[in-house]
């Protein structure tokens, strides 16, 4: 009796924290990442924010997503970060992007998680008409989205989309991107980061890394943000599975949104673009490491690394009885390799850095898209192992943004939002 009550003072006094870190970083209807690292908005982060949100501020939760569409470009595009307003701790920043916005927003979009996002608030939501309203508002918004990630980022219909810049996976110096991004010209102007004055450079991309991104922003700057152009120009251009497989729950779950709304004719549009992903996806298996990876679209070849990310294929709905018992056996090794959940680079692979951003570290959010998948199928040990490695982890840490997987050490930005809202979202979860 005493250890449970100690456990549930502790998952008490976890909720707390994580609630009071959301107000803190509340900007008036949009949540920063964290205050002085990540000062805007940011696209994934919002879907996963607004679930933390939903647990015990459901208005509020709603109006983070309608402040991330005021960024929506007209072609449909929501761009990965929107700058309500100034601040001059993060670069690049809006003059650097140069793009013709109001509000000023950057390039580029992120994982396509939004669709899901609402789907999960209306299951949770207690107010059901204003929740029902709130969708229905959204739901235009979500489908031009995913109009412009078919017709943009596949115009040859081949079932894969395409990121243009590895911030565009959310994972952006995972070692899948290595090959790919060695090949794009680094930028020779000056520049000043900003992270590495806030946070210590060895959990940071390094600057070899940082000068590909910042030519890429730059080439898609000089080519007028034009899909076709880019497309064509591009150096960098990958089938990110990762990517692909949150867009491919996003639009089952946008299809499924339309149908509950009376849109039929857009549900069948969505039906049919998932249809056509699913082969594709599943075709990015790889038989060497018992998992999915992502694939160079220039050069055609697979990014063989043994990165998380290959674990979304049943978060995306991929079941696939050719590949699943190998699957969840390497999850389940993996898993075992370190006792704070998933590392976001297995433990074993020649790139893997504990403490370097996404060549290592655990990732809360990561480990609940993961387990998600899971619980799905049937596999509650590994949902299980997921959420109670991820609250462990939080308990001991703090709510940090990414953590040493053999540690528990915390890394990056403190008090950190989605960090917040998984560890929020997992305690309303039935067990």
């Not at 949104?257 to 069948?268: I, N, S, V």
Request: hydrophobic content about 40%; proline content about 7%; some cysteine.
């Amino acid at each position: 009796m005493t250890n449970q009550t100690s456990d549930s003072s502790s998952l008490a006094a976890l909720r707390a924290r994580s609630q009071q870190v959301l107000r803190d970083n509340d900007r008036g209807g949009y949540t920063v990442p964290s205050a002085k690292l990540y000062p805007f908005q940011w696209n994934w982060d919002a879907g996963v924010t607004a679930l933390g949100w939903m647990s015990f501020d459901e208005p509020r939760a709603w109006q983070e997503l309608r402040m991330l569409f005021r960024g929506q470009w007209d072609n449909g595009l929501v761009p990965h970060i929107v700058f309500h307003q100034h601040a001059d701790s993060y670069f690049p920043g809006p003059d650097q992007w140069g793009v013709p916005h109001t509000p000023p927003t950057s390039s580029i979009s992120q994982p396509p998680l939004l669709a899901t996002m609402v789907r999960l608030m209306l299951e949770r939501a207690a107010d059901r008409a204003g929740a029902e309203a709130a969708a229905r508002e959204l739901l235009p918004k979500l489908v031009a989205s995913h109009r412009w990630w078919y017709r943009e980022r596949d115009p040859a219909q081949s079932g894969l989309v395409a990121s243009f810049h590895p911030w565009e996976s959310g994972v952006d110096n995972s070692p899948a991107w290595d090959a790919p991004l060695a090949v794009v010209p680094p930028a020779t102007r000056t520049y000043q980061r900003r992270d590495t004055q806030l946070v210590n450079a060895a959990q940071r991309p390094h600057k070899a890394e940082y000068d590909r991104f910042l030519a890429l922003v730059d080439l898609f700057r000089e080519l007028d943000f034009d899909g076709a152009k880019i497309y064509a120009q591009s150096p960098y251009r990958v089938a990110d599975f990762g990517l692909n497989a949150i867009l491919q729950r996003a639009t089952l779950d946008l299809a499924a949104l339309c149908r509950q709304y009376g849109q039929a004719e857009g549900a069948a549009e969505l039906d049919a673009h998932a249809a056509r992903a699913r082969p594709a996806l599943l075709g990015c298996w790889s038989e060497s490491l018992q998992q999915y990876v992502s694939r160079d679209l220039i050069t055609g070849q697979p990014l063989e690394r043994r990165v998380h990310s290959g674990f979304l294929a049943w978060y995306a709905r991929l079941d696939d009885p050719r590949h699943d018992a190998l699957l969840r056996s390497s999850l389940a090794g993996w898993l075992e390799r370190a006792p704070f959940g998933l590392a976001s680079t297995h433990p074993d692979a020649p790139q893997f850095e504990p403490q370097r951003y996404w060549r290592g570290p655990v990732w809360p959010h990561f480990n609940w898209l993961i387990a998600e998948g899971c619980a799905h199928y049937g596999m509650a040990d590994l949902h299980d192992r997921l959420r109670d490695d991820t609250q462990r982890l939080l308990q001991g840490a703090g709510l940090y943004e990414y953590f040493n997987p053999h540690t528990g050490e915390g890394y990056g930005g403190d008090n950190f939002s989605w960090t917040a809202a998984i560890a929020l979202h997992w305690l309303d979860s039935p067990r």
